[in-house]
C-alpha cells in the first residue's frame, strides 16, 4: 500500500484545525496526513482522541512529528529529560489518535564521537520506551529520521544499525535530508538494499526537493532549505518507480513548501506508472 499526504494542516484547507485537515485531505484524495508538533505539543489528549474517530472514518493513516527542539544526545542532564518529555508527550498524542509512528531527529554529535552518540541515544531511547510501556501505550513506534546536517546523528547507516539493536525504533527516510548529507547525490536502490535486513512491514518517509551547501569535508553536504518537487533535486520518478518495482508498502509524507500540491504531482507520478490508489 503506497500512502500520500502532507506534512501538517494542507494550505488550501478553509479551517487550520487538524480536524479540517483531515477533511480537506480527503476531499484531495489523498491518504495520508502527519500531524505537526514541531513548535511544541499543544494538543489535548481529549482532541487527539476525536483526530482518531475521524481518521479511522474517513481511511486516513496517520503519523506525528515531535518538536524539533530535541537532542538525546546532550550532556545537560536538563535538556535531556526536556527532550525525552518532548518526545512522549508526541507519542501520547500519537497513541490517543491511532497513529503508528512518531518521528522525531534524535540529536546532535557536539563533543562526542559518533559511537558515543550512538550510545547516548540508545540509552534515551530504552528509557522512554520503558516509560511508554509502564503508562500503557502500545503500538507507537519511535521513528528516527535520517538528518540533513553532518552535526547531526542520522545517516542511514547509523539508523539502521541502530533500528536493528533497539526494538520498538524504526527509521523514517527522509530523502531530501540524504540527498543534502551526500552532497546532491542519492541511490534510491542501495538505500532500500540498506533498509532490507530490518524486514520492515511498512516505511515511513519523507520527500521534498533540498538545496544544499556544501560541508567542510569534502563529499558532504548540508541541508539548506526545502524547494518544491519541480527542482528534481532528488528527482521522484526514480523512486517511485524503484518503490513499484520492489512493491514496497510506504508512506510518502511531502514536506514541500507547497505541501499537497506536491502530495498530488507524486500521486500522478505513481498513476503515470500505472499504479491505482
Known amino acids: ?64 512529528h515531535c518538536p524539533y527542539f530535541i537532542n538525546l544526545c546532550s550532556a545537560d542532564k536538563q535538556k535531556l529529560e526536556a527532550s525525552k518529555k518532548r518526545i512522549l508527550d508526541s507519542v501520547e498524542r500519537a497513541y490517543h489518535m491511532g497513529a503508528r509512528i512518531a518521528v522525531f ?62 526494538r520498538g525504533c524504526e527509521p523514517v527516510v527522509d530523502f531530501a535530508h540524504l540527498y543534502g548529507r551526500t552532497a546532491g547525490k542519492i541511490d534510491y536502490a542501495e538505500v532500500f538494499e540498506k533498509l532490507k535486513s530490518l524486514k520492515l512491514k511498512h516505511l515511513h518517509s519523507h520527500f521534498t526537493s533540498m538545496e544544499w551547501t556544501p560541508a567542510k569535508i569534502p563529499g558532504y553536504g548540508n541541508e539548506r532549505r526545502h524547494l518544491p518537487i519541480k527542482y528534481d533535486k532528488p528527482p521522484f520518478e526514480p523512486l517511485a518507480r524503484e518503490i513499484l518495482k520492489r512493491k514496497l508498502s510506504i508512506t510518502l509524507i511531502s514536506e514541500s513548501p507547497v505541501l499537497e500540491h506536491d502530495s498530488l504531482l507524486m500521486k500522478q507520478v505513481f498513476e503515470k506508472l500505472g499504479h491505482k490508489f
Open 105 to 166: 531527529h534524535p540529536g546532535y554529535y557536539g563533543s562526542l564521537a559518533p559511537d558515543a552518540a550512538f550510545e547516548a541515544v540508545e540509552e534515551a531511547c530504552l528509557d522512554m520506551l520503558d516509560r511508554m510501556k509502564s503508562t500503557g501505550i502500545k503500538g507507537v513506534t519511535l521513528g528516527h529520521e535520517t538528518t540533513g546536517k553532518i552535526s547531526a546523528f542520522g545517516t542511514l547507516d547509523e539508523i539502521v544499525r541502530f533500528c536493528k539493536q533497539v
Open 1 to 64: 500500500m503506497i500512502y500520500l499526504g502532507p506534512a501538517g494542516v494542507p494550505i488550501s484547507s478553509k479551517g487550520r484545525g487538524t480536524l479540517d485537515g483531515l477533511r480537506r485531505v480527503v476531499e484531495l484524495g489523498l491518504n495520508s496526513m502527519e500531524v505537526e508538533f514541531v513548535r511544541g505539543v499543544y494538543m489535548k489528549n481529549e482532541m487527539a482522541d476525536e483526530v482518531d474517530k475521524l481518521a479511522k472514518e474517513l481511511g486516513i493513516l496517520l503519523s506525528v
